[in-house]
């Protein structure tokens, strides 16, 4: 087949339509329905006239292909152009498979670990410095416009963040300090073939005012930090050797 029949725009046309190279993709022959429907208007315009040729066209370019989809235009052009001119697809078909895995491993690298990483880079930033931007504005305005009435209420607002700091404290000495005592008496006289009864004194603890222990210490290293000015290092080493030493003596469990 000779003579033009395929204009700039149904090159641009099927250049377009590779974005829908992935659309038929199986496992049986990859990216090859979707290399024929990318093909299929231009081969049309060319076959049109003889449909069992354009049967014939489709059904070979349905075959196993794999590439990279932005690449894909080089070779579909190359593809038509050699068609155009009356080539047949036993010819075009080495030029065709000589090309696929080359440029897919360009296009890969290139769209996936090259271009892409960079523009989402771009994009984040830019998007995250639009951000800051918008809320460091808005927090001016905000705050000009507020100093007046939270000056106002500044005490109001210390003494309750003071309340919610001492709760957060408290409950933090309660869960992570841990202080058990290991001291049980027995209770009567000791008799021969008799269970004796026992008391425990931490449960005792527990029952009048549990993790009365943690808070207590986490109370005493305060003073030591507030008022003697111990620094927190001289503070683990103390806790280190009193844990140590009242556990050998059995009074800590």
């Known amino acids: 087949m000779t003579g033009s029949k395929l204009t700039k725009k149904d090159y641009t046309k099927t250049t377009l339509r590779a974005y829908f190279l992935q659309n038929g993709f199986n496992y049986s022959n990859y990216q090859g329905l979707g290399y024929a429907l990318v093909m299929y208007p231009a081969f049309k315009k060319l076959y049109g006239d003889n449909p069992a040729k354009l049967a014939e066209e489709l059904d070979n370019n349905c075959e196993f292909y794999n590439t990279n989809p932005n690449f894909l235009p080089f070779i579909t052009s190359i593809h038509l152009a050699m068609a155009e001119n009356g080539m047949e697809y036993d010819e075009i078909r080495g030029i065709k498979m000589a090309l696929m895995g080359p440029l897919a491993g360009i296009g890969d690298s290139l769209s996936q670990f090259c271009i892409a990483p960079l523009l989402f880079l771009i994009c ?6 639009a951000i800051k931007l918008v809320m460091g504005g808005y927090g001016r305005r905000l705050g000009t416009s507020m100093i007046d009435k939270l000056s106002e209420k500044m005490g109001v607002i210390s003494e309750a963040a003071s309340m919610i700091g ?8 309660a869960t992570f300090v841990k202080m058990n005592v290991a001291i049980t008496f027995s209770a009567g006289a000791i008799e021969e073939g008799v269970k004796q009864s026992t008391v425990d004194i931490q449960a005792m603890l527990d029952k009048v005012a549990p993790a009365l222990l943690p808070v207590l210490y986490t109370a005493l290293m305060y003073y030591l930090i507030k008022k003697k000015g111990v620094t927190t290092y001289w503070l683990v080493l103390i806790t280190v050797v009193i844990g140590v030493a009242l556990s050998c003596l059995g009074i800590l469990a």
């Open 124 to 129: 984040e930033n830019v998007t995250l410095l």
């Open 166 to 173: 001492v709760t957060v404290i408290a409950g933090l000495a």
